[in-house]
């Protein structure tokens, strides 16, 4: 496996940037190179470290970000000569975007929200891609090209924690992404149809993942109240993944 792979985490929302990063510093054998907010921010911290010989390997990019689209960024990116790969971390569940960031040379595509073990997932198989393709001398045959290739395939499915489903999770997420204000367990299960016990299950794995944070709600008697916020982006509207726009369109 690769040492050292340098990583730029790409993602609009601070808190989100700021684990994604630690995820990446907690893998072997990778390194976040920096955290920056936008599609400029982006090319200015690549182009300066090629300029000081220290290329960037490995971008984990959001689509949507202020100031562009990822992909746009993707395009810029190739015409100025950069050779970074990049991974989609995104909530664009959109098919036709899943085709366009093929098209534009995003070599994984992670779906927000996402677990910890997904990540890890992500990361371990491009290094093990890499480490394949720096060895020297030719392919010895159509096989080998194909097994360096499939290592960039995730499993079929990306397991959970025991007990949690992926249906549950989108609506729970779906469910907070798009409140206005922090919501309690209660709330949250009534709104995505399932149990307090059900959804504080589902919010506390949000918390654990970065995408979501628990905060005390003071009332004028008794004990705060417990309740969750997203964090992952700004609430969008379209479902607990969607990112409001299409392939052209930014926020």
Do not use: N
């Amino acid at each position: 496996m690769s040492p050292g792979i340098s990583v730029l985490v790409v993602e609009d929302d601070p808190v989100a940037a700021d684990a994604h990063a630690r995820y990446v510093d907690r893998e072997p054998g990778f390194r976040t190179a920096g955290t920056v907010h936008g599609c400029a921010q982006a090319l200015r911290f690549l182009e300066r470290e090629r300029a000081a010989g220290r290329p960037v390997d490995l971008l984990l990019l959001d689509l949507y970000l202020p100031d562009g689209h990822g992909l746009q960024l993707c395009g810029t990116l190739r015409a100025a000569g950069h050779t970074t790969d990049v991974i989609a971390v995104t909530s664009a569940r959109d098919l036709a975007m899943v085709r366009q960031a093929v098209s534009a040379g995003v070599v994984q595509y992670l779906l927000k929200p996402f677990a910890a073990a997904a990540l890890h997932d992500r990361l371990e198989r491009y290094a093990r891609y890499r480490d394949t393709l720096a060895r020297t001398g030719p392919a010895t045959g159509q096989d080998e090209v194909d097994q360096a290739l499939a290592l960039l395939r995730a499993p079929e499915r990306t397991a959970l924690p025991k007990g949690l489903s992926a249906p549950t999770l989108d609506a729970v997420a779906g469910v907070l992404r798009t409140a206005r204000t922090g919501l309690s367990a209660a709330a949250a299960g009534t709104a995505a149809g399932v149990s307090r016990i059900t959804a504080r299950r589902y919010l506390e794995h949000l918390v654990d993942s970065g995408l979501a944070v628990r905060e005390p709600r003071y009332g004028t008697v008794g004990r705060p109240e417990l309740c969750y916020r997203w964090t992952g982006g700004a609430a969008r509207t379209g479902g607990a993944g969607a990112d409001t726009g299409g392939p052209g369109e930014f926020r």
